[in-house]
């Protein structure tokens, strides 16, 4: 089956522009349709190499540490606030539980939306492994992009984040979810 050499999106071999983006498709066999995917994409400036699930999660990695340091902070204070304080941590039920948990879920999202829209695309983690969030066209994302990307984190991120692995597997420009509502994709650092 065709791509289309501009979003990644299944064309049929009748196909003159592409249903998705409206990209003219010139030709059968060409470089614009091919019945292989996409795995590089060219942009003013270079080629644009899409990051699969290993590089990503090893970026989620780092990105997990700071959130779980986030959450024991928070955890720590609504303990001794609210009392829950252990000897060697602390336990929290009900209302300063739930509480720990929206601000830590609270606290990902602002962390990595803030991250990506204003430090070119990365978090930590992302700049640590040397890729980058950008829209499907390679420019810069946005505040807007950025958010819409890390909202549907929640989904992608369910059981382990194995909700974004079979998406980004099963896509042509190794898009989770959240990716493919934003038009976003995730590339090698330039």
């Known amino acids: 089956m065709p791509f289309c050499h501009s979003c990644g999106s299944s064309l049929e071999a ?37 990051r699969g699930v290993g590089i990503r999660f090893a970026a989620q990695i780092v990105d997990g540490i700071i959130i779980l340091i ?18 060697g941590g602390f336990e929290l039920h009900g209302g300063p539980a739930i509480l720990v948990i929206m601000l830590t879920l609270g606290f990902g999202i602002v962390y990595f939306t803030v991250f990506e829209a204003l430090w070119r695309g990365q978090s930590l983690g992302k700049k640590l492994t040397g890729i980058r969030v950008v829209r499907e066209d390679g420019s810069s994302i946005d505040l807007t992009a950025a958010l819409v990307r890390n909202i549907l984190r929640l989904v992608d991120g369910f059981a382990c984040y194995l909700v974004a692995a079979i ?16 038009h976003t994709v995730v590339v090698k650092a330039r």
């Open 14 to 50: 009748a196909d003159r522009f592409c249903p998705q983006c409206g990209a003219a498709i010139r030709g059968t066999g060409t470089s614009e349709s091919s019945a292989v995917p996409p795995t590089e994409k060219a942009v003013p400036g270079g080629e644009m190499k899409y």
């Open 70 to 87: 986030f959450y024991f902070v928070i955890g720590y204070i609504t303990a001794s606030i609210f009392g829950g304080l252990k000897e």
């Open 167 to 182: 998406l980004v597997w099963s896509s042509p420009l190794k898009q989770r979810l959240g990716d493919r509502i934003a």
